[in-house]
T-cell receptor
């Protein structure tokens, strides 16, 4: 059974700090990996999608990397802002379905 | 980008009643839709995969007679929670796969979710 783990479960940083969120997955036959943001009581907002053939994707202050051999992905957030406070989920796509991590709850302190 | 809507956004019902949740792809045709459930402080768990015009495939541990899924058209899937009980209270999220607009056809687009509270 595929498992997706996210560390840390919660993170609190001062505004302006750069930070890294970690995601580990067990299935090396990954199709793609997607990072999402979820605000309290809300649905998912897709942030970045990395195909299995790619090493990283960038969007604004966000950069996501993928290392299939080690089963890891990271989400780098530069110059964090209070508006970045949310839960961040990674999801492994095996081609047929997604397996979600448990999320990292991020709080950016003004 | 592709947009997926859900209706209602929240619903409160009495124990024993049935509740229907709709998931629509607004600007694309979704041959496959997925239903997820999220309990408080937990991640999303896939409940079932539905393909247009065929029966849904349920994940292990999900009662197909309790969670009825219909995917009668390429833009609409419905999830009916039958004889709902308080333990069914959860956040239900659907997603849709658009094989034509995403580069590899496997990107999923998520709806905003439906909060179900069963009293």
């Amino acid at each position: 059974k595929q498992e997706v783990t996210q560390i840390p479960a919660a993170l609190s940083v001062p505004e302006g700090e750069n930070l890294v969120l970690n995601c580990s997955f067990t299935d090396s036959a990954i199709y793609n990996l997607q990072w999402f943001r979820q605000d309290p009581g809300k649905g998912l907002t897709s942030l970045l999608l990395i195909q299995s053939s790619q090493r990283e994707q960038t969007s604004g202050r966000l950069n996501a990397s993928l290392d299939k051999s080690s089963g890891r992905s990271t989400l780098y957030i530069a110059a964090s802002q209070p508006g970045d406070s949310a839960t961040y989920l990674c999801a492994e796509n095996t081609g047929n379905q997604f397996y979600f991590g448990t999320g990292t709850s991020l709080t950016v302190i003004p | 980008g592709a947009v997926v809507s859900q209706h209602p956004s929240w619903v409160i019902c009495k124990s024993g009643t049935s509740v229907k949740i709709e998931c629509r792809s607004l600007d694309f045709q979704a041959t496959t839709m997925f239903w997820y459930r999220q309990f408080p402080k937990q991640s999303l768990m896939l409940m079932a995969t539905s393909n247009e015009g065929s029966k849904a495939t349920y994940e292990q541990g999900v009662e197909k007679d309790k969670f009825l899924i219909n995917h009668a058209s390429l833009t609409l899937s419905t999830l009916t929670v039958t004889s709902a009980h308080p333990e069914d209270s959860s956040f239900y999220i659907c997603s849709a796969r658009d094989p034509w607009t995403s580069g590899d056809g496997n990107e999923q687009f998520f709806g905003p979710g439906t909060r179900l509270t069963v009293l």
